[in-house]
């Protein structure tokens, strides 16, 4: 008799097992139980205290057991403060236990509530503290109106467990709703149903009635106001960004439109751009109907928007279809670089599409020589390391190369009809690595046989660097610019006589790029005579100029780099400054000085970043 009892648990637990590897492999970057048991539904209530720079509150989490012996729901937490718990039995809230155990240095603390059998709902009463690692407190001084404090969360991609006891894993998905109390001066904003109107008592009601993975949570508080662009979109931010946001950003709606029209609909109702401080350490974060944006890509020409192309792909790729663990952020980031770039090409046409991935592409074979083998490869493995140590710019361009690939090879009518049938069937679900290849495999590759092999599509996703065959976007217009560096290179050409008159700033970006790393002092001053480029107003051209400068050490641009260092937290522009200043002892010595004043202005992804550069330069 117990002999059977053991086998008959040893196939239950053996089933379960299958169906647990079914869905794939368990994300090593949460620590909560959420193959036992989910939270479905999450409330919160929080004040935003900027005087102690914590939110303080509560969260309530619905919970729905999957493993009906479960006793114990297991939050995900960093450096939380928490108060109490309770839990609703039968329609009672009582007091519960927990524990907070041991300080894990990648996944934080693992927060351990018990439950009673009946418990439907559970309350963390929690505050957390200033050095949250996915919040930033503002000073007045660090805001365009220099008035107000300003606050805002940056929660992918294990953040959010700073600011909230949480599944912090993008293998599941909850509805939220959310009571949020601030100074009456000032307006919190979510990813959530934002209402333009501001309250006159300073306490604000949200709902996402939409389930997503907790990662996409995100609020910012301060000095906010609200100017409409179209229908379905808007500007929140401080009064000083809003008409310039609101003119660079007017094709908003257009890419709304063309996405739709390719790839079926916007399904999340509003898209609203929230123009942050510079210090947000991203150029944008597709917060569910409010992407988050830097100020940075603000250049008066439109020359940058490609960055909200990005954002409102990711309510597609990303926010509808999510990747499950972190090392399958490639179906996210590719996916979404992928459709950015067919947005571009039907909002602003072929020619400024194709620049813009041989950009990229050039980006990418630069860092490729740099990067470790391992993180080369798109499905990257990262168990037990922070997956903000293994970003690059793979799981971006490499995964859209892979994709450009495909759909060279099937044509775009078969391939679009491909991708358009993945958000279809994977709305609202989070999907790995292993999964895809499967649908791939079925949708795409079986049902036209004979065109791409089960070889390749390993090597793309499984093989470290680009395969020999990878599509080599390049542009006739950056031919030309090529010509004209050879020939003033080779002094066959005046650089009166070189046509930039005419050059969009991706001509210009390729110039910069592609100039000789020797090229001479002279040259150098020259060309910054000619047009100015050390106060270029363009942030990407600038970091271009500074760049090529420091490798240099063309000196003149000095007081602009530590301007620009000083006033940009945004990580993609200061970080390969950093490195480079890193190099040479003198170029250190300035960067350090520049650090000392910059420091206490950046977020503190951006602080750990720039902190690990140093401490590399001085080993
Ligand atoms: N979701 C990312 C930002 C991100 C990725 C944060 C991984 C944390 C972990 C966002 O959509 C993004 O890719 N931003 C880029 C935009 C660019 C590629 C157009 C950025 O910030 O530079
Ligand atoms: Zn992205």
Redesign the pocket.
Known sequence: MKKRLILACALFTSLFSMQASAQGAPDWHTQSNYTDIISTHIQLDLKVDFKKKQMQGYIEHTLKKINSDTKILSLDTRALTILKVELLNQGKWQAGHFKLAEKDSVRGSQLNIKLSESTSKVRVHYHSNPEASGLQWLNPEQTAGKKYPFMFS?S??IHARSWMPIQDTPAMRVTYSAKITTDKSMRPVMSANNNPKRSADGVYHFEMPQAIPPYLIAIAAGDIHHKAMSKQTAIYSEKEYLDAAAKEFEDTQAMIDVTEKMYGPYRWNQYDLLILPPSFP?????NPRLSFI?PTVLAGDKSLV??IA??LA?SWS?NLVTNATWRD?WL??GF??YV?NRIMEEVFGRERALMEQALSTQGLIAELKELPEGDTILHVEIEGRD??DA?SGVP?TKGQLFLIFLEEKFGREKFDAFVRQHFEQHAFQSLDTQSFVTFLNDNLINKYPGIVSDKEINEWIFAAQLPSYSPNPTSDAFSNVQKNIDGWMSNNKALADVPTSNWTVHEWLYFLNNLPQDISLEKMAELDKAYNLTASTNNEIAHAWLLLSIKRQYAAVNDRLQDYLITIG?R?LIVPLYQELAKRKTSREFAVKAYKIARPGYHPLAQGTVDAIFAKAEK
Do not use: C, I, V, W
């Open positions: 940056q992918q991609a991203f150029g944008g974060m597709e830097t490609s960055l990005h954002e990711h990303g952020l996210n980031e979404t670089s950015e997956p903000d970003f971006y945004r993609k």
